[in-house]
């Protein structure tokens, strides 16, 4: 197990080593494409996979990280490196506070309660011109740090990519600890959990505050990645895009969600001809996934492994 | 009779226009078993969410020695060491027996979140320790061959003692448990007696039981109450109650006899 570990951890930072020499500068964009929708996803799964609480605010959490780092590296002067952490950690104030509101209705309600906190935080980027250029949006100043700027996908790889595997793995530790634990409980029975001295509203709402700050930090890299702050990319259809992402990857899994996320990065490109229905075909994949894959992606490879286990034990 | 442990005063729960409870007023003595029985609809369930919290007394006090606990929120009232089990059994179904237990006893081998992220630190250890009393919990109950299979899985009388390791697991001074023989066959609810007099004699653990199946009231329970409408109609000894004729009437009925396995 242990060996296996080093084995692929080696490889990883072999291939973080090498890519950037061996794949052209679009792939690089795409590679760090994968991995800020994947730690957005990622704050979607803590949320909605394993509290079981609906969400769609992490778009919000997205614009939310990339404006507040922009404003706040515009009017400051401080270096993105700096503001985005620090945006991130009062989006996941916000989310705390926003799941201490919310979460007293469950279900549909709270469905629609995340889905208004969206429409605020979009109309009120819209109409804050002064600081946020209004409809017409903002440019993402580049990301400087040691002195060097980092702005096209080969350059920003060498950032992303460190801070997404990061996250990733701490994502994972803490939902195999005794907080995830404590969240997978409380989905299963809320009664129960109380009962077993859980203070049920406060691990909702703290996995809200993960979902904002991890949503947060993606949209940060989102915005690099991007340049530019458009108010129209933060709708509600956006929150229901990394919700679809988060559901084809399997709500509990972190490796399904990255592939997940590769998959509807990738797709577009794949079906270049068939643009305008590209919402359709997001559309049928979540439906697919919902009726036939509750589980998603992960649940295919888990299937995978057993046939292939089966199989193998029937040759003498 | 020394300081109650758990002391139920006056306590009236109404739902709308229904009295669900009205004027019950209960002492449980430390160390000791005490059951409450009722026919269906007497107000036993309610009672055990009234002290856990899950309803809120309109008229009366609860106390655990000398704090007051009615009003508080269930999980705090956990915390002050009441542990339940629910009637219709409520486990965490995907989790395995043993994470089940080790939920109620994360509060006691606790770490933070940065050593929650990072693994690190004193994360092994404390998982450890964990993994550990909740494998003693386990084998109290006799479930310790059953560690890593999903609770829903399990058949229902070893779901009801998971029930019980879980609730043990938050450490208690008094475990309510609620109705925990329905549904067990004569060889389990033995079984169940026997935990359950371990627990109290060898661990000192105060236990009020809800129940009405009489094999298991009538063996281990040291003091007896009977509720019926909403009130209390008699309280003493297994054989006192027994033999009052108000219980037998409105309780028993006609089929007293069988009922009290006499």
New interface residues.
């Given amino acids: 197990m242990t060996i296996s570990k080093t084995i692929a951890a080696f490889v990883g930072v072999a291939l973080f080593l090498i890519s950037p020499h061996v794949l052209p500068e679009f792939r690089l964009f795409q590679v760090c494409l994968i991995a800020a929708t994947a730690v957005v996803v990622l704050g979607q799964t803590v949320v909605t996979g394993f509290a079981g609480q609906i969400s769609l605010a992490q778009s919000a959490f997205v614009a939310l990280g990339g404006y507040g780092s922009t404003i706040l590296s515009t009017s400051t002067g401080q270096p993105f490196w700096v503001t985005l952490p620090v945006t991130a950690v009062a989006v996941g104030v916000i989310g705390f506070v926003l799941g201490q509101a919310t979460l007293r209705v469950s279900g549909h309600y709270l469905a629609l309660a995340t889905m208004a906190f969206t429409a605020i935080v979009q109309l009120a980027l819209i109409h804050g011109d002064p600081l946020t250029g209004g409809a017409a949006g903002m440019p993402v100043p580049a990301f400087e740090m040691f002195g060097r700027t980092f702005s096209t996908g080969g350059e920003l790889f060498y950032v992303i990519l460190p801070v997404f595997v990061a996250l990733f793995v701490m994502t994972a530790n803490a939902m195999s600890s005794r907080f995830g634990r404590g969240l997978t409980a409380l989905r299963q029975s809320e009664t129960a959990a109380e009962a077993m001295g859980l203070d049920v509203l406060r691990y909702k709402a703290g996995a809200f505050a993960a979902s904002g700050f991890l949503g947060a930090i993606g949209g940060g890299m989102l915005a690099l990645l991007s340049t530019y702050l458009d108010p129209a990319q933060f709708s509600i259809t956006q929150s229901v895009y990394f919700l679809a992402i988060a559901v084809v990857g399997g709500m509990l899994s972190p490796v399904g969600i990255v592939v997940s996320s590769a998959l509807f990065v990738l797709l577009p490109e794949l079906l270049q001809s068939f643009q305008s229905y590209l919402g359709l075909v997001f559309a049928l994949l979540l439906l697919g996934f919902i009726v036939l894959r509750p589980e998603g992606i992960s649940s295919i490879a888990r299937t995978l492994v057993r046939v292939k286990d089966s199989s193998a034990r029937e040759v003498p | 009779m020394s300081a109650p442990l758990l002391s139920i005063r006056d306590v009236a729960v109404r739902f709308g226009g229904i009295v669900a409870l009205d004027g019950v007023s209960l002492d449980v003595a430390p160390g000791s078993i005490h059951a409450v029985i009722g026919p269906n609809g007497a107000g036993k369930s309610t009672l055990l969410n009234a002290i856990?919290g899950?309803y809120r007394p309109a008229n009366g006090a609860i106390f655990l020695q000398e704090k007051r606990i009615d009003g508080l929120?269930?999980?705090l009232i956990?915390?002050m060491g009441i542990?339940?089990t629910?009637q219709n059994t409520?486990?965490?179904?995907?989790?395995t027996t043993i994470?089940?237990v080790?939920?109620?006893l994360?509060?006691h081998?606790?770490?933070g979140?940065l050593?929650?992220?990072?693994?690190a630190g004193t994360?092994k250890r404390a998982?450890a320790e964990?993994r550990e009393a909740a494998a003693k919990l386990l084998d109290l109950v006799g479930l310790s061959g059953q560690m890593t299979v999903a609770a829903s899985a399990l058949p229902f009388g070893n779901q009801r003692r998971l029930e019980i390791a879980?609730?043990l697991?938050?450490q208690p001074r008094l475990l309510l448990l609620d109705e925990p023989a329905a549904g067990l066959r004569e060889a389990e609810i033995d079984d169940l007696n026997a935990i359950l007099l371990r627990l109290c004699r060898t661990q000192g653990l105060t236990i009020l039981v809800i129940d009405h199946v009489m094999p298991l009231v009538m063996t281990i329970s040291d003091r007896i109450s009977v509720l019926n409408f909403g009130r209390k109609i008699a309280e003493g000894e297994p054989e006192q109650v027994r033999r009052e004729p108000e219980v037998i009437k409105a309780y028993l009925g006609d089929r007293a006899k069988h009922a009290l396995g006499a």
Avoid: K, Q, S
């Fill in positions: 856990t899950l929120a269930p999980h956990t915390r542990a339940r629910f409520e486990l965490f179904g995907d989790m994470e089940n080790m939920i109620g994360d509060r081998h606790a770490y979140l050593t929650a992220v990072t693994h994360f998982e964990a879980r609730a697991a938050i």
